[in-house]
């Protein structure tokens, strides 16, 4: 199955919503982004996967000011799995309120609903090392 350059500037325009919303504060919008059951997973931050989009607004704002200030996307590569999902990677640099930040990567599944494409799925994985961790060999 390929994708229509239609939906791939969506799918691509929805992944750059997310930060857009989160650093607003404007949390009564992740409809926006996400499906209603949405699984946010975070256990590479040792956390457990948030389920349902209560679940990820209740978290944000529980971490209040430990929220990074700006989240910034990049690299999104959409395609098409094997069984028709339609999967999504990109880049993500967070940069917290005292100048420091980091990099994630975004590995996410999205799904065409009637209000347009959503995030049903995504799993943020922190970048802690050069070369995906992988010691150079010689």
């Keep these: 199955m390929s994708l229509a350059l239609e939906d791939r500037l969506a799918i691509t325009e929805l992944i750059s ?8 504060g404007s949390l009564d919008r992740l409809e926006e982004l996400f499906t209603a059951d949405v699984v946010y997973d975070l256990t ?4 457990e996967p948030l389920t349902g989009i209560a679940a990820f607004r209740d ?4 971490r209040g000011e430990g929220n ?3 989240h910034h996307v990049t690299n999104i590569v959409v395609t098409v799995a094997p069984d028709g999902r339609v999967e999504a990677r990109s880049k993500g640099l967070g940069v917290l309120a005292d100048g420091s930040c980091g990099s ?6 999205v799904v065409r609903t009637a209000e347009g494409w959503r995030i049903s799925r995504r ?15 010689g």
Excluded at 44 to 47: A, I, K, N, S
């Design 17 to 24: 919503l997310h930060g857009h919303l989160v650093d607003e």
């Design 44 to 47: 590479d931050f040792g956390g």
């Design 59 to 62: 978290a944000a704002w529980a």
């Design 68 to 70: 990074p200030v700006a």
């Design 104 to 109: 994630v990567t975004y590995h996410d599944t």
């Design 123 to 137: 799993r943020v994985s922190p970048r802690r090392a050069p070369l995906g961790g992988k010691a150079a060999s």
